[in-house]
């Protein structure tokens, strides 16, 4: 069964996004495929930028690259939840497997190279549950799920 691709659309477009990622051909790709599925996004190369870019700005979810140089994105979800913790953080990473110490530290890991209604499903859903049940999304409550097809 082949998704609907107007399915795939933002379930919440006045949302903002704010993708980390070390390639900027990676980082430049999710931002064009999250815009135009709807999403305001905001970008960084890095964790300390993250962190910036966080503090200034309105963010409803954040999507993060486990391997980066410098922070690793379950350190950079830490500092995120240390601010916000009602803000989703979810992995998107080429790594097939992640550390238990990164899924506890986010909310969700979608692998790279899933289907892109698989990741537009699982940032949705994930910032539904922070609008509807603001108590849900807790750090450390180690509910990371690898979402996949």
Known sequence: MTPNPASSRASYP???????DDDPTGLD??????????YGVLTARDGTEALRVFRQNRVDLV????????????????????????????????SPVLPDEALRATDAFVPKGS???????????????????????????????????
């Open 63 to 94: 999507l993060v690259d486990y391997e980066m140089q410098g922070m690793k994105g379950h350190e950079v979800a830490r500092w995120i939840k240390g601010m916000n913790p009602r803000t989703p953080v979810m992995l998107h990473s080429g």
């Open 14 to 20: 006045d949302a903002f996004l704010l993708c980390v």
């Open 115 to 149: 289907p892109l209604y698989v990741l537009i499903a699982a940032i949705s859903s994930l910032i539904m549950k922070s609008r509807l049940q603001p108590d849900a999304i807790i750090p450390g409550s180690g509910s990371a799920l690898p979402l996949q097809p």
């Open 29 to 38: 790709l999710k931002k064009t495929i999250l815009e135009k599925n709807g």
